[in-house]
């Protein structure tokens, strides 16, 4: 961290030297970090709304053979603490499963097994970070 701090002060001014820096934890960065002056702007993606998850699941699921009982109004209630990531995995998930079962194309049951095998590896990483 001491190192970044004085790569970030540098010892003379670039305008050339441009840092880009992405956190998903947001919460436990060092406040020194942060200070003015190292990083100039602050863009905070927020996680998606019930329309943009829905929205989110249809377009990583339109290249898969998708049956028309899939209701994704329905799957983005489900999905209400879902970042766009782990609304891909859901639809990568279901694949997984209906190719499991030697189906030819995904229901609306694949992916709701989909959304708890999402769920239940979140609820591991939570537990890894405790």
Do not use: W
Request: charged content about 30%.
């Amino acid at each position: 961290m001491l190192e970044l701090l004085n790569q970030l002060d540098g010892f003379q001014p670039n305008m050339q030297v441009k840092v880009i820096a992405a956190t998903n934890r947001v919460d436990i960065l060092d406040p020194a970090l942060l200070r003015s002056g190292r990083l100039d702007r602050k863009i905070e993606f927020p996680m998606p709304n019930e329309e943009a998850r829905a929205r989110i699941m249809q377009i990583h699921s339109r290249k898969m053979n998708v049956s028309l009982d899939v209701n994704y109004e329905e799957l983005a209630r489900c999905t209400d603490d879902f970042n766009g990531a782990q609304c891909k995995a859901v639809c990568v998930e279901a694949g997984m499963i209906a190719l499991r079962r030697g189906a030819t194309e995904l229901n609306h049951e694949d992916y709701m097994e989909g959304i708890l095998e999402v769920q239940a590896k979140k609820k591991a990483n939570l537990q890894y970070y405790a």
